[in-house]
């Protein structure tokens, strides 16, 4: 094993939804659903739709100042950006660029990475890699998502699963006393089933054209029970591989935060990990899937309700196309 010159922390979180919020009773009218389907197969009851206006570099400067302050900074102490997402303001540049200059700021690396909903966890272990070389001292990673802008409004069976929103975290460098730290991570992905998940047009292998535009192939396409099946999977490995390679079992984590994917995952997880379900963090009836965003949102939200505390220990996990996956083990 690698010696770490330092260790890397989190040291603020933030997040920023849109106001608009769209109930499940706002889906009836549009599409041939129910409440009590939505509710009973996802645990969603509302979601928030970012406005005609906003892009996800709006979204991700809102969250990324509360971070920032929460971690008692200054905005020029950042070392780096990394954005988190697979909807991005433009196809390029990136948006970590775009946010760079909203926050005033230039003369370092800023970048985007795309790893679907397990973006921040990806983004997350990059920054933590930074900061143990010694290399950097503070990265603000944004897991931002606009992706009601990206799904087909007529296909009942994704348009009622995501909802817009951006979580931010300061990863910086912890003091040598300080208990607050990282302690693993595993990422992982397997691109066999790459075309489970996927927008399918706008890249370089289905140009815009009208006929893409006509077949709505510029929108969200999920094999969805497929993808449930390798989400409860690859989360479970990702966890029991930093868990065993820190001797751990489950019953010592204080707190296990899931991707918001679908209730029935979160669920199933759990049980399958046999954790304590009053550990597990949900807000998935307020969000919906937020891709990306959805961890670092509910990390804002423990951190600031005062449900997790300083020197808990934490347990993430995430999946996502590609397919992605990956595992966050840190104390707080």
């Known amino acids: 094993m690698l010696t770490k010159e330092y260790h890397a922390k989190i040291s603020g979180t933030g997040m920023y939804v849109p106001d608009k919020i769209l109930t ?15 509710k009973s197969r996802t645990g969603m009851s509302e979601r ?7 892009a996800a570099s709006d979204l991700s400067y809102e969250a990324a100042v509360k971070a920032i302050e929460a971690a008692r900074i200054k905005t020029k102490e950042i070392d780096m950006i990394i954005v988190a997402t697979i909807s991005p303001d433009h196809p390029f540049p990136s948006t970590a660029c775009i946010l760079q200059k909203k ?3 230039k003369g370092f690396p800023a970048f985007d990475i795309a790893a679907g909903c397990t973006g921040w966890i990806y983004a997350a272990n990059i920054a933590k890699q930074y900061i143990e070389n010694g290399i950097v001292s ?15 409004w007529s296909d009942r069976s994704t348009c009622v699963l995501f909802g817009d929103g ?10 040598e006393k300080d208990i607050s730290r990282f302690i693993d991570s595993e990422i992982s992905a397997d691109g066999t089933h790459y075309d489970l998940l996927i927008q399918n047009a706008g890249g370089s292998r289905i140009p815009a054209s009208k006929e893409s535009v006509e077949g709505n192939l510029h929108t969200i396409y999920m094999e969805g029970n497929k993808i449930f099946k390798h989400a ?5 490995q990702a966890c029991e591989v930093v868990l065993k390679r820190n001797h751990l079992d489950v019953h010592s984590i204080d707190w296990l935060i899931t991707h918001q994917a679908n209730m029935r995952i979160i ?26 965003a959805t961890i670092p949102i509910a990390l ?15 347990l993430m996990a995430s999946f996502g196309a590609g397919l992605t996956s990956g595992s966050l083990l840190l104390r707080m």
């Open 48 to 54: 928030r739709i970012a406005s005609k206006e906003q």
């Open 103 to 105: 926050l005033g700021l």
């Open 138 to 152: 503070n990265v603000l990673v944004i897991g931002v998502e606009i992706l009601t802008k990206l799904v087909n």
């Open 24 to 38: 499940n009773y706002d889906l009836e009218k549009m599409v041939d659903t129910s409440d009590e389907w939505i």
């Open 267 to 292: 669920n199933a997880l759990g049980k399958k990990l046999n954790i304590d379900e009053k550990k597990v963090i949900v807000n998935i009836e307020k969000y919906a899937n937020t891709s990306a």
């Open 300 to 314: 804002d939200e423990a951190v600031r309700s005062k449900k997790i505390r300083h020197g808990d220990l934490v």
């Open 166 to 175: 951006a979580g931010a975290t300061i990863i910086s460098r912890a003091d």
């Open 232 to 236: 409860v999977k690859s989360m479970y």
